[in-house]
Structures are given as structure tokens and as C-alpha cells.
């Protein structure tokens, strides 16, 4: 009975030790993986509201002949599936990347998202924008991570025979790695990125939004993902 409460006294002391490491170890996995899980997240969103209603106008048949209007009988998931390649592509060209290109992703997704909350007209070419441009902004991490992988590979006498030329090997290798890996740098920090901004808030300034109820979009794209229409 003595060793049995001594045990569970013991355990009683070391539980508040036990849930800190076990909140830090969690703090720690979500400051790891936050920027992957906003992506995600956004990703859903766009999947669930904006991809739903984009891909019922596409199935819709218009009115003939007296007709009414219906849905074709195709239920297509064309809209949501290109959803899952582009947050697919970009979780795999991102993964165990350092800060920051991870964030500028998210914040592609997240500010992608809300444009698409923001913006009535034109909401199918915005929609396919948001994409387009994460797919490239991952092609081009995807990329630059591929070449600096099979550069750092190559000896000093095959970058200079890569180059093609006769100079230092030494100085091939040092002046190369460098211009490339700031050009790289400049496109993933800055350039992609911003070029991706600029396209998505000129398309959400394109149309004055409504004095009286800016989020009337918002609105109803969750009325209508609430009724299914």
C-alpha cells in the first residue's frame, strides 16, 4: 500500500512537468508546420466555399425552348480537385524549407482567400488566379530547391565544364553559386510574391465594392454553401 502511494505521488509530481513538455512539444510541432496548416486551411476554405459555387455554375444547363434551367447530370469536381493539386504541389515543394518562404506561401493562400471573399465580379477568373499563381510560386521553389541540389553535387572542374569555360574552376563555382542563388532568393522573396499581390489587388479594385455592406459577398457565399446552390 506505502510503495503504491508513494508511486502515485511521484506521478502526481512530475504531471505538471509531464503537460509543459508536452504543450512546448506541441507549441513547437505547430511553430514547424503553422505555415503548412494555414495553407491547408485556406486551401479548404476556397475548396469548400468558393470552388462549390464555381463549379455548380459550370454544371448548370441555361434555360431553352421554355425549358428550365438544371444541373447537368455530370457532377463535376473539377474546380475542388485543382484546389487539392495546387495545396498538394505546394505543401511538397515547401516541406522542411526554412522560414521565410513557407510564410510568404501561407500569405499567398490567406490573402488568395480573402480577395475571393472580397470580390463579387469576375469571382471564376479570380478563383482560377489564386491558383495559377500559388502552382507557380511552387514550380519555382520546387525548381530553384532542384538546382541548388544537383549544384552543390558538382566539382569545381564540372561546373566549369557546365559553364563552358576556362577560366579558375575556384572562380566559376564561387561567382555562379552566387549570382544564381541571389537571383533565386530575390524571385522567391520578393518578385513572385509581389507580382501574385499586385495581380489579386487590382482585381479587387477592379469593381468599387458596396458602401453599405462591404462583406455582402462573404455573405453570400456562406448563405450559399449553407443552402447548396
Not at 455554375?57 to 425549358?67: E, H, L, Q, T, Y
Not at 577560366?167 to 561567382?175: D, H, K, Q, Y
Request: proline letters at 3%; charged letters at 10%.
Amino acid at each position: 500500500m506505502s510503495d503504491t502511494y508513494y508511486l502515485f505521488s511521484q506521478f502526481l509530481e512530475a504531471l505538471p512537468t509531464y503537460l509543459l513538455n508536452g504543450l512546448l512539444a506541441t507549441l513547437y510541432w505547430l511553430a514547424d508546420s503553422g505555415a503548412a496548416l494555414v495553407s491547408v486551411a485556406c486551401a479548404a476554405g476556397i475548396a469548400i466555399w468558393m470552388d462549390a459555387g464555381a463549379q455548380n455554375r459550370a454544371n448548370f444547363r441555361p434555360a431553352r425552348s421554355g425549358r428550365q434551367g438544371q444541373n447537368t447530370s455530370l457532377d463535376g469536381r473539377t474546380s475542388q480537385i485543382i484546389t487539392g493539386v495546387a495545396v498538394l504541389f505546394w505543401i511538397t515543394s515547401q516541406w522542411g524549407m526554412g522560414a521565410p518562404v513557407p510564410w510568404i506561401g501561407a500569405a499567398m493562400w490567406g490573402f488568395g482567400f480573402l480577395v475571393l471573399l472580397l470580390v463579387r465580379q469576375q469571382e471564376t477568373t479570380t478563383l482560377w488566379n489564386v491558383k495559377a499563381g500559388i502552382l507557380i510560386y511552387a514550380m519555382a521553389v520546387l525548381g530553384s530547391r532542384l538546382y541548388l541540389a544537383y549544384t552543390a553535387q558538382l566539382s569545381p572542374e564540372q561546373w566549369a565544364a557546365l559553364i563552358g569555360t576556362t577560366e579558375s574552376a575556384a572562380t566559376v563555382i564561387a561567382n555562379t553559386r552566387s549570382n544564381v542563388t541571389t537571383i533565386i532568393l530575390w524571385a522567391l522573396w520578393l518578385v513572385i510574391p509581389l507580382g501574385y499581390f499586385a495581380m489579386l489587388l487590382q482585381q479587387a479594385l477592379l469593381n468599387p465594392w458596396s458602401l453599405v455592406n462591404p462583406l455582402a459577398n462573404a455573405t453570400e457565399i456562406i448563405q450559399r454553401y449553407r443552402t447548396r446552390q
